[in-house]
């Protein structure tokens, strides 16, 4: 089984193989170590989800390192030209310098509430966690388990059905004539009798019927010499069809229908695991996205409240009012944005645990779910043509429509052969014996020694007039064939626009990432660059107000521009996994049951 967390090679640039999953994790050279420090960042994560107060003592930095006050040029690798449609390089900066820009993502997997609670998760947990409790997945798993015993009891019908049975008369008639009893004026004839033996239809359409009988009868007839005679009877017959049920008939074909609606069973199985694990995903990922923000909310109150906290320490100086009655109001509405944090975050965790329904996450319903695989950058590269081939090759709903059309043709073979005549040839042959002075046994071992075989054959012939059942059925299912056709193709070129989309949307993502990040830390420059200046004009009673109302825009947009390269980010990992989907890797997991 493929591990998500462990499939990002080490090697950049690693070449993917098609219709497998690629991980979503920093390799071991990219990984930030959960100690490294974070430049300007404070562990706001670490504490409850409450928001920092006003009157907290001021930092002795409040300024936000950054790796220049200017503006980097814009890269003109990652200008957007509708000649290329190719991947992009990774990113235009480094590896420590994503790892600032994105300095949330060491942090996302740190608790926030009950550390000795937590439970760390990834996607390839989640993903085998579902596949073994989702009350979904189960309950159409059952579906293969049904077409599979409906399977066996088609099979069942060629099944040797063993019979026996005994009977005893006892008759008293009036005699017709003196010849019926010689005598008598009434026959009188007791007779006791049992046969058994095997009978059914094999495979091929032949119907068998062997088995031995065994009997006694007296009589008061005159002419019954011996009397008390015991008899027996070893009996064969079939009947094998000519025509009509000689390639198929009804028994064998609800075999193969069975059959191949197992099949259609198990891609439906498989196409409910690739449904449920893309909304496990998803909510995997809005986790994350929910606690990632809150981390960014989080640094964005922090600096407003480092604003606040300075002003109110030099209110007795040369702090103005104004400026003052701004951060707090600053401070009171980036506060009431991150107030409902821990609500959403906790309806999050209960969205996956009922999507996933794994004792593991449902035991302690409290528990705290820190999300360990990072959006990041992932360097793999997909070629389209080669994408598609795979999703051909792997996507359920083709595998479900190939059944349904091997069911189709099923069943216009049978109705085709209910349109021939039937023609059978039947035959049977007997042994028998027959001994006096009620000797049964004598009488079984005459019927192999005294003798010789008794044998007959022929043929039956039928034919309905006009037949138009079996005609009917054959339209019908000549008219299910071509619809089924249909729908083939529209679904074959649906994989091909959503797989081509796909790719399509990795490439774009992956760029966008690069363009965010660069607009994060243009974002980052202007934010450090005003507020040096409101430093340095913050006394002043007309600029300073200015100075500060674009500060706090400027941190605003900051926060604007992380939260755009988180999405950026998610985008990206959600579109990588969207590929695996459309190339149907993901019914890889079912082998885990």
Known sequence: MTNLLKLWDASVGAKHVPGTLPGAVLSAEAEPAAHDPVVGATKVHSSPLNAPQIDAPASSNITEATDAQTVEPFPADLVATPETDSLPPLSSLDQAAQLKTQWWTPLVSDPLRDPNTALAIDLDQLFVLTVMYSGRVLAVEQTKWINQARTAQA??????????????????????????????????????????????????????????????????????????????????????????????????????????????????????????????????????????????????????????????????????????????????????????????????????????????????????????????????????????????????????????????????????????????FVSEAYLAGRQGDSDVLGALTDQFTVGRPGYGAGLVYERPMGNRNANASARQAYFQISQLQHLTTETTEKIYTEVESAVRDVAASSKAIDLRRIAREAAAAEADYLLDRWRSLGNDPNLGQIQLNDLLQAQDRLLQEEQNLLQALVQYNRAVLEVQRATGALVSFASLK
Do not use: C
Request: aromatic share 6%; no cysteine.
């Open 155 to 424: 099979v069942s019908e060629f099944d040797p059905t063993v019979f026996g049975s005994s009977r005893y008369d006892s008759t008293s008639d009036p005699a017709e004539s003196t010849l019926t009893t010689g005598g008598p004026a009434r026959l009188e004839d007791d007779i006791v009798a049992g046969d058994a033996g095997v009978r059914g239809q094999n495979s091929r359409g032949v119907k068998y019927n062997v088995g031995q009988s065994l009997g006694h009868k007296n009589s008061n007839s005159n002419f019954f010499i011996p009397n008390n005679q015991g008899y027996t009877r070893l009996f064969a017959n079939m009947t094998h069809p000519l025509l009509r049920g000689r390639k198929i008939d009804v028994n064998r074909s609800l075999v193969l229908t069975a059959q191949f609606q197992t099949k259609g069973a198990q891609a439906s199985y498989h196409e409910s695991i690739q449904q449920q694990l893309i909304q496990v995903s998803d909510a995997y990922w809005q986790l994350y996205t929910e606690r990632a923000t809150f981390l960014q909310r989080s640094r964005h109150l922090q600096r407003a409240t480092e604003i606040a906290n300075l002003l109110h320490a030099r209110a007795d100086h040369d702090s103005s009012r104004t400026q003052v009655l701004r951060t707090r109001a600053a401070v009171a509405d980036r506060t009431a944005d991150i107030s409902q944090s821990d609500a959403r975050i906790r309806n999050l965790e209960s969205n996956l645990r009922s999507l996933v329904n794994a004792p593991e996450l449902t035991s302690n319903r409290d528990s705290e779910f820190l999300p360990v695989q990072p959006a990041v950058v992932l360097p793999v590269h997909f070629d389209a043509q080669i994408e598609v081939a795979a999703a051909l090759g792997q996507r359920p709903e083709l595998q479900r429509l190939n059944s349904e059309m091997d069911v189709a043709r099923t069943r216009l073979r049978l109705a085709n052969d209910q349109k021939k005549a039937t023609l059978n």
